[in-house]
T-cell receptor
Framework: GAVVSQHPSRVICKSGTSVKIECRSL??????MFWYRQFPKKSLMLMAT?????????EQGVEKDKFLINHASLTLSTLTVTSAHPEDSSFYIC????????????FGPGTRLTVL | AQSVTQPDIHITVSEGASLELRCNYS??????LFWYVQSPGQGLQLLLK??????LVQGIKGFEAEFKRSQSSFNLRKPSVHWSDAAEYFC???????????FGTGTRLTVIP
């Protein structure tokens, strides 16, 4: 099946610094990628939809200036958490969709961000 | 608006016993339906999906799910659970015209020896 990777898998940073998370589709081209945030014992919250070559679409309540998304190629999307604070600590998961809007999404393994 | 309900937050079953995880959705048309499994600290793995056709869908790891339009349900089943099946299971719905998936709140499965 389709494989999506994320890097890094775990990152610890100081408050005020920025962190970049990469999401790659390894064996297929993904015109659309998604970024989710998952809180402990909770479901996934969609943060934004990333479209190759265009601006990301953010969900209501998600600060676009804080969570910068770039989808520079058909296999790579990046999420940069700018000026991170402890409340940004979370599990961030990306997914990539193969094919049509009704197609399933393939998820990366997630990135655990801890902001001290 | 579309929504997904997983009524069971936590289920415990004995190894070798059968399993059924419930999922109900709310949507005006036929949705695209998915089941994902998440092990602790990991991403989500697609177990199976339903788009159209046969309402009984076979997935990986011996799982199956049945789409019942009259009940707006897409329950996940496995005839004999293995200890390695212990994980969090998410039901998700995709709808026409929307890019993203809508997830249920998940059901945590515990398997006891």
């Amino acid at each position: 099946g389709a494989v999506v990777s994320q890097h890094p898998s775990r990152v610890i940073c100081k408050s005020g610094t920025s962190v970049k998370i990469e999401c790659r589709s390894l064996d297929f081209q993904a015109t659309t990628m998604f970024w989710y945030r998952q809180f402990p014992k909770k479901s996934l919250m969609l943060m934004a939809t990333s479209n190759e070559g265009s601006k990301a679409t953010y969900e209501q309540g998600v600060e676009k200036d804080k969570f910068l998304i770039n989808h520079a190629s058909l296999t790579l999307s990046t999420l940069t958490v700018t000026s991170a604070h402890p409340e940004d600590s979370s599990f961030y998961i990306c997914s990539a969709r193969e094919g049509s809007p009704g197609g399933g999404q393939y998820f990366g393994p997630g990135t655990r961000l801890t902001v001290l | 608006a579309q929504s997904v309900t997983q009524p069971d937050i936590h289920i415990t079953v004995s190894e070798g016993a059968s399993l059924e995880l419930r999922c109900n959705y709310s949507y005006g048309a036929t949705p695209y339906l998915f089941w994902y499994v998440q092990s602790p600290g990991q991403g989500l793995q697609l177990l199976l999906k339903y788009f159209s056709g046969d309402t009984l869908v076979q997935g990986i790891k011996g799982f199956e799910a049945e789409f019942k339009r009259s009940q707006s349900s897409f329950n996940l089943r496995k005839p004999s659970v293995h200890w390695s099946d212990a994980a969090e299971y998410f039901c998700a719905v995709g709808v026409t015209g929307a890019n993203n998936l809508f997830f249920g709140t998940g059901t945590r499965l515990t398997v006891i020896p």
